[in-house]
């Protein structure tokens, strides 16, 4: 397991607020599950964006996350259908 380096801690550190903010809207629409489900999706959506920025293709990090913390949401919800 690779550990995190300090850049990748401070961009999820500073971007937490954006994972929760998603979490909550998308819990808006969705009655059957529970904030904290949505939450810990987009946590690691969050995680996953801090480890494969790259700021050299990319100088909006907040843009790059929101698009992985939403897919990270979605891909969630996909698991739990039939």
Request: aromatic share 14%; hydrophobic share 40%.
């Amino acid at each position: 397991m690779e550990l995190m380096n300090d850049t990748k801690k401070q961009l999820i550190i500073s971007h937490i607020y954006l994972a929760d903010k998603i979490a909550k809207t998308k819990k808006k629409n969705l009655s059957y599950i529970s904030y904290e489900e949505l939450q810990s999706a987009a946590y690691f959506g969050l995680t996953q964006a801090a480890s494969n920025y790259d700021s050299s293709l990319n100088d909006n990090f907040a843009a790059y996350a929101f698009c992985r913390i939403s897919g990270a949401i979605k891909d969630y919800l996909r698991e739990l259908s039939w």
